[in-house]
């Protein structure tokens, strides 16, 4: 049954789309110019029960049987008034016998066959030839093909059958890429503009359908349905079919373009890891770059070494990668000095003997023995309580340790490596470190520079974490990675591991989010403007600096201010 609208001045319009916009503006699918008549006053739209006409808005005037109604179904036959203007929907059959729409069970077949596309990944190329099939299949059209057109470049990327190469140009391809909607021409010999198109001619067409097919930034598409002589024309509710299937189509690209992407993403991270990684520490900033040189020039000497930087930045794998590099024979021993009260670790470092205290039963090493031939890393050495400093010169000056009860004392070979957090300058002002002591610890020293400092690493290193996780998120959105990128983490590398894992346990996409990293930005506690001002300019001049591997200059350069303000900026002195 087809359905048509007949206007006060006797014209018909076919009612072919689903939904029918009636209105005096040029922009209506039926244009109507009577008193009364808004520029868009009404739509007709068609279900499973018919056609139902309802009023585009308020004052839309719009009258069944004489009664204003804003929603009414229309039986065929049904005279109705927009405004002055009077219609009737009439119904016909079609002239030529339809071919059967597409039967539940294959337009079923053609869903289940897009779903699984959805399941396993296959190439965009492989998922528009079985879009293709699909459209033609439910709409059994005899020919089609798809198009590709970007800009001036057309390009037929699939066909049922062998397409003339002379399709692409196209009017009807034209109308459909311009407009973005489709175009159902049931009978081309009626309409004189397209009876000598190319594509109406090349493939001895009768009746054509042709539907855009977008997905996301993909080229735009065309599909071109035909049939020849012998077949019914297509249907409008084979158009509304096509581009339910267009549709979806257009989403399954979408998803595996996405997929393509976000794998093309994991794949290049995975090798940038790989070449950023130095001894287990992950970073391409210039500023780890240059700590990579120190450490590689640095391990094979026998240098004591301080170690600074602030909390969790990986000074502790620092001082393991020197210790690598040294290729001292003996291990790394480690011993965190705010982590333990003194009487501990007096005992932990110098060892003991027999009935040197109450529950000394044995004679027993420690550390600083234990560390004979190879590395002693001293952790947060700030906090090393005065009076063991004293001891601790000895060690590290004479190259010997006493254990508490003893008074031999024994020769040790190992190197020390110190870690602070804290500047022992001040500390040594305040005569809470021994001077002789730094001196001796601080032969050479290492800044690790915080995380904020690192511009992209902190991108490197969350990827590293989720992949070491094992999690089923393989990455991060957009969003997420841009506030990875604004945090300032004061806790540094340990805290964006233990952001990152949190947030792979919580994330339950492909995708992690910002909600699940918890750094909302709106979620920060409010400052000062003049605070927040000087922190994101002190902050910009460091990533500024960073990018520039340290040169103030080029720095100032590239942010467009003097050397000197560089300097100011940085609360240094020039
Ligand atoms: N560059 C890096 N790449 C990857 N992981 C890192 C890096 N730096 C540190 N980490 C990880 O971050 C965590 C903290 O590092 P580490 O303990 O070495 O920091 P720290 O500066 O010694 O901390 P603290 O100041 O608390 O002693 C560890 O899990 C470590 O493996």
């Known amino acids: 049954m087809r359905f048509f609208l007949t206007l006060p001045d006797g014209r018909s319009f076919a009612l072919e789309k689903p939904v029918v916009s009636v209105g005096s503006e040029p922009a209506c699918d039926v244009v109507l110019s009577a008193p009364g008549v808004k520029g868009s006053h009404a739509l007709l739209f068609r279900d499973a029960r018919g056609w139902t006409v309802s009023a585009a808005g308020p004052d839309c005037d719009v009258r069944v049987r004489g009664k204003r109604v804003e929603l009414s179904p229309l039986e065929p036959g049904a005279s109705f008034s927009l405004g002055k203007a009077s219609l009737t929907l009439t119904a016909s059959e079609p002239e030529v016998a339809s071919v059967p729409s597409a039967t539940p069970s294959r337009l079923l077949g053609v869903l289940t066959d897009f779903a699984s596309r959805l399941l396993v990944q296959r190439p965009a190329s492989e998922l528009l030839e079985a879009a293709l099939r699909g459209i033609a299949d439910v709409t059994s059209a005899d020919v089609g093909f798809l198009v590709s057109v970007e800009g001036e470049r057309r390009q037929v990327l699939g066909a049922t059958g062998s397409v003339p190469a002379s399709v692409v140009v196209d009017s009807l391809v034209d109308q459909v890429v311009g407009s973005g909607t489709p175009v159902l021409v049931p009978d081309v010999a009626a309409e004189a503009a ?335 403007l003049d605070e927040a001002r000087d922190a994101f300019v002190l902050r910009y001049v460091r990533e500024a600096l960073a990018r520039s591997g340290g040169s103030k200059k080029e720095a100032a350069r590239a942010l467009g201010i003097g050397l000197r303000s560089v300097f100011r900026y940085l609360g240094e002195e020039d």
């Open 194 to 528: 397209l009876a000598g198109a190319p594509s109406v001619l090349a493939l001895r067409l009768t009746s054509a359908l042709v539907l855009p097919l977008r997905a996301a930034s993909a080229p735009l598409c065309a599909v071109y349905l035909g049939r020849r002589l012998g077949s019914p024309p297509f249907s409008p509710r084979e158009l509304e079919e096509a581009m339910a299937l267009s549709s979806l189509a257009a989403l399954l690209l979408a998803t595996s373009r996405e997929l393509t992407d976000l794998r093309a993403q994991v794949d290049s991270l995975t090798q940038r890891i790989a070449a950023a990684t130095f001894e287990g520490l992950i970073g391409e900033s210039p500023a780890m770059r240059n700590l990579y040189r120190q450490v590689e020039r640095l391990g094979p000497t026998s240098l004591h070494v301080l170690i600074q930087g602030e909390t969790g930045t990986g000074k502790e794998e620092v001082a393991r990668a020197l210790h690598r590099r040294s290729g001292r024979r003996g291990r790394l021993v480690a011993i965190n000095c705010a982590a333990l009260p003194e009487s501990l670790i007096e005992r932990e470092l110098f060892g003991h003997a027999r009935g040197a205290f109450s529950g000394a039963t044995s004679d027993r090493a420690g550390l600083v023995e234990a560390s004979d031939g190879g590395t002693l890393f001293l952790d947060e050495i700030g906090d090393m309580p005065l009076t063991l400093q004293s001891r601790l010169l000895r060690v590290v000056q004479e190259h010997e340790v006493t254990r508490l009860g003893e008074h031999r004392p024994r020769k040790v070979d190992m190197r020390v490596i110190a870690a602070t957090h804290q500047p022992l300058k001040t500390l040594v002002a305040r005569g809470a470190f021994r001077e002789d002591l730094l001196f001796r610890l601080d032969e050479v020293r290492l800044e690790v520079p915080p995380l904020r400092e690192r511009g992209e690493d902190v991108l490197l290193i969350a990827h590293h974490v989720l992949k070491q996780q094992g999690a089923r998120a393989r990455g991060f959105t957009q969003k997420a990675a841009e506030a990875l990128r604004g945090h300032p983490f004061p806790g540094n590398v340990r805290e964006l591991v233990s952001r990152v894992r949190r947030a792979a346990i919580l994330a339950s996409g492909e995708l992690i989010g910002v909600e699940d990293l918890d750094l909302a930005a709106d979620t920060a506690p409010l400052v000062p």
